[in-house]
């Protein structure tokens, strides 16, 4: 096996284990749905994910999570919540595993990745939910956006601006070697 192969066996079994902690981190909230939305539990392992694993899997892990979650356990509705869900942490997974790889490996970096990929998929899940009222003959406003993006998700945000970078350079330290075959 090939050394930092981006599509390495090891990198597929690290992605499951982001995945099934996707899956199962929203049970700590009680599966009360307004925690749910306040802490964004399935956010942590998406972008853990793509910071360690590369953007493929990141990617991948943000687009199931969501819609494999709501099939399984109802969890969050499938439209339009889960959909628009998907293309937001697939958008977390992507750009974090993308600008991983872009951006200087030091601690400010880290935040500015993390910032910018939940950016993003915050504009993404906007402009998807927005689609998809239109579609189903409802609406969508900045208002909700806002409330929905940002003020109701300011706990969240704030736990993953708290923990992932510790937690990553953690993972970095101790599981990236792993992944790469060293």
């Known amino acids: ?31 009360i749905q307004t925690v749910g939305q306040m802490l964004c539990p399935m956010h942590l392992p998406v972008l853990l994910c793509g910071f360690l694993c590369g953007w493929p899997w990141g990617l ?33 997974g992507a750009l974090s595993g993308l600008l991983r790889r872009v951006f200087p ?26 689609l998809l009222a239109g579609l189903s003959g409802t609406s969508f406003s900045l208002a909700m956006f806002w409330t929905g993006a940002v003020t109701g998700a300011l706990p969240g945000i704030l736990l993953q601006l708290v923990l992932l970078p510790p937690l990553y350079m953690l993972c970095e330290r101790k599981l990236a070697p792993h992944l790469d075959g060293k």
């Open 60 to 92: 991948a892990v943000g687009m199931a999570a969501p819609l494999l979650r709501s099939l399984l356990f109802g969890m969050p509705p499938l439209f339009p919540m889960a959909v628009s869900m998907a293309a937001e942490l697939a958008v977390y």
């Open 1 to 31: 096996m090939q050394a930092n192969n981006p599509f390495s066996l090891r990198r597929l079994v690290a992605s499951a284990l982001f995945l099934a902690l996707a899956l199962l981190l929203p049970f700590l909230t009680g599966q």
């Open 105 to 130: 490996k030091k601690i400010g970096w880290y935040y500015a990745e993390l910032l910018l990929a939940m950016v993003a998929g915050r504009l993404v899940w906007g402009a998807v939910r927005f």
